[in-house]
């Protein structure tokens, strides 16, 4: 088993939809989760931390974390064309080099 | 500010071969990582260095090295290129838990990548 599982899609919706991206992991000593969005040939960006359980809010994009499902999501409300990427979900645990572990990535087209 | 620089963008090796990447960043970050992305499988680590004259293995070192000389620069070096190690690498750095901003966990900021091509 894959210590962080992400469908790596693609996923495609129209333009105005609400997206929702999955992770879960397996590893309880996670405490810190990230959304990283990568552009075709770029390098990934972070779009959202979370430490522990809760949500986040930035805008149109809103992070969730259940760790006692081991379960994380990323929502986009009002999806636009430009939001067209992959989104990576990662994490890690306290000490150790801030070392991240990734999911495979879910490949997002938005489509007019 | 630059952010995390990567250079060449391109290469193509033959097998055997031998190369450097370079990767140079100018936030003063301590800790800095190099990756392997290969299709449809993430980013695997594949060294990472807490400080100048610090590195550690991650999850991929094989046919690997590194070397951290200065807090600027974080090179990878490939001694005999194989076609397993066609991929794309990047490079990122970051400040170690609770820098700076005061958030444990710190973001990792990504160069632009280096793609490999090994026939």
């Known amino acids: 088993q894959k210590e962080v599982e992400q469908d790596p899609g693609p996923l495609s919706v129209p333009e105005g939809a609400i997206v929702s991206l999955n992770c879960t992991y397996s590893?309880?000593?996670?405490?810190?989760f990230m959304w990283y969005r990568q552009y075709s040939r770029k390098g990934p960006e972070l779009l959202m931390y979370?430490?522990?359980?809760g949500n986040k809010e930035d805008g149109r994009f809103t992070a969730q974390v259940d760790k006692s499902s081991k379960y994380i999501s990323l929502f986009i409300r009002d999806s636009q064309p430009s939001d067209s990427a992959t989104y990576l979900c990662?994490?890690?645990?306290?000490?150790?080099?801030?070392?991240?572990?990734f999911g495979t990535g879910t490949q997002l087209k938005v489509e007019l | 500010n630059a952010g995390v620089t990567q250079t060449p963008k391109f290469r193509i090796l033959k097998i055997g071969q031998s190369m450097t990447l370079q990767c140079a960043q100018d936030?003063?970050?301590?800790?800095m990582y190099w990756y392997r992305q290969d299709p449809g499988m993430g980013l695997k680590l594949i060294y990472y260095?807490?400080?100048?004259?610090?590195?550690d293995k991650g999850e991929v070192p094989n046919g690997y090295n590194v070397s951290r000389s200065t807090t600027e620069d974080f090179p990878l070096r490939l001694e005999l290129a194989a076609p397993s190690q066609t991929s794309v690498y990047f490079c990122?750095?970051?400040?170690?838990?609770?820098?700076?901003?005061?958030?444990?966990?710190?973001?990792?900021?990504f160069g632009p990548g280096t793609r490999l091509l090994v026939l």
């Open positions: 990122a750095s970051s400040y170690p838990h609770g820098g700076t901003s005061g958030r444990a966990g710190e973001t990792q900021y």
């Open positions: 590893n309880s000593a996670f405490q810190y």
């Open positions: 979370t430490y522990s359980s």
């Open positions: 990662a994490m890690s645990a306290p000490g150790g080099g801030n070392k991240l572990t």
């Open positions: 936030m003063n970050h301590n800790y």
């Open positions: 260095s807490v400080g100048a004259g610090i590195t």
